[in-house]
């Protein structure tokens, strides 16, 4: 604050310098020469305001600012902090309005950062921290307890610490209690869809702690909600607003809630033994209705008669509560698949090679490049079958190969006859998997292309008389020689002898053995 009154005395009576006024005062010296020529102005002396403030001698000096005290318009903030506790009324909302006031009586109003400014002031004096009241429906906080409920392993007789969940409605106090093993995000993300199921609603906004199973970092600049949290928040329609860091009055229900909470449930059920969670669990739902149900010392009624005021305000709860996620991130596989658990699950193959992030839940498997979904799955289980391929992911080529079957292979071969659909029936009955005979198939069909559909059957025929149970090399052999079509040295094609079922059989006349 420019000190005006003293800077006239150490210049009119003093005769100090502008530097060393600027100097000892803590102020610019341009602040000093700007003082001195409004004096100047003004006529004004050291003499005419020795026995005034220095509001007074800056009225002095500055005679046009004095139309603030009567043109400017002071906003009735009694009113106005009333108005603030209905529902949808914010401080811009107010301050606009009064700028409509002023304009309709001709008065001046002030500028919004002075409106928040006097409001802060006025609030400040006010207490504002005791009298700044929720709105229904508007925030649920929510928090770890610093006490902890205890199992009793029943095996060893140890102690087993639980940690305790609390959530609480703003408004009405309403609070949802609930035992866990652990901290971690998956109780956390649990903890959060029971509390929504049990108020049977969600709020405008979530106000947690600074955990990083919730919140990343939150500074002045800056707060970076955890991916997990974030999407929860989404689903449920409601946004994050951390606490600041050690400002307890920015979740002032959830605190007091859980030091209320340590005596009355946690502290009562000390001397219960519990086994299980569920046991644990049971005993503080039954403390927690009583707890809710318990009048107010001060005032009328309880946490659950102004909850029930409360829960037509809530917003309606999605159809599923939230799925908790894994994230990871990978590369796409040269076969435009990516790996999770050892299953794979195709992608688009224009993304082959590209870095993608695959988010993970018990029931499905999706994949983002750059935010934006490109695949998704419903996860494969320990018995299922190691890929998971969409026929829209595959190139052209591959669609049409992916395309093949037993029947289209059995079709195939009914044009050149039935020795070759024979054989093709063959490769099939002699493999476990029907796919380990596409190759053999395809091979065999393709050899009408290269020696005529009438040499294929013949030969077919010629190597079911070998064997029952012929080979692809078989038949390609047989075409190769001609054997097809040789016919015996009289001109009837030669006989073959009956055939084996271990395939080729040399007989003892191949060694040089003769006859028995």
Known sequence: MTRYKEILRLHYHIGVSKLKIAESLGCSRTTVIGVLTAAEQAGVTWED???????????????????????????DF???????????????????EYCEACRDSNRIPYKKTQFYKYYREYAKKHKATMIVHRKPGDVMEVDWAGDRAQLTDAATGEIIKAYVFVAALA????????????????????AHNHAYRYFGGVTRILVPDNLKVGVVSNTK????????????????????????????????????????????????IRNGQFFTLAELNAAIREKLEEYN??????????????????????????????????????????????????????VPYEFTGKDVD??????????????ERIASHPRLGPYDRKHSTLPGHMPEKHQQAGEWNADRFRKWADKFGPNTRTVIDRFFENVKVEEQAFK??????????????????????????????????????????GRDRRPDSAGVEQEWPMPSPYGFTRGKSYYGGGED
């Not at 009225?59 to 600012?65: A, E």
């Open 358 to 371: 695959v988010r993970i839940t018990a029931t499905s498997v999706e994949v983002f490049y750059a935010t």
């Open 49 to 75: 305001v020795k026995d005034f403030s220095d509001r007074e001698t800056k009225r002095l000096l500055y005679p046009s600012n004095d139309r603030e005290q009567t043109q400017f318009m002071m906003p």
């Open 221 to 268: 600049d800056e707060t970076v909600i955890n991916r997990t949290y974030q999407e929860l928040a989404e689903h449920y329609d409601t946004a994050v607003l951390p606490a600041r860091v050690r400002k307890p009055r920015d979740k002032p229900n959830a605190e007091g809630e859980v030091g209320v909470i340590s005596t009355w449930i946690i502290a009562a």
């Open 78 to 96: 009694d009113r106005i902090h009333t108005e603030l506790l209905r529902s949808g009324v914010t401080l811009t909302l107010l301050w606009v």
């Open 171 to 190: 408004y009405s106090k309403y609070a949802y209690v609930e035992a866990f093993l652990d901290m971690k995000e998956a109780s956390w993300v649990t």
């Open 293 to 346: 149900a318990k009048p107010f010392q001060k005032k009328d009624g309880s946490r659950h008669s102004l909850y029930l005021e409360e829960k037509p305000f809530l917003r309606p709860l999605p159809n599923e509560p939230f799925e908790a996620a894994e994230w990871k991130s990978c590369k796409v596989l040269f076969d435009y698949h990516v790996s999770v658990d050892k299953k794979y699950y195709s």
């Open 440 to 481: 053999s198939c395809r091979a065999l069909l393709h050899l009408a292309d290269k020696y005529s559909a009438a040499r294929l059957e013949s030969a077919c025929g010629k190597a079911l008389s070998f064997s029952d149970r012929p080979s692809l090399r078989g038949v390609q052999a047989i075409l190769k020689a």
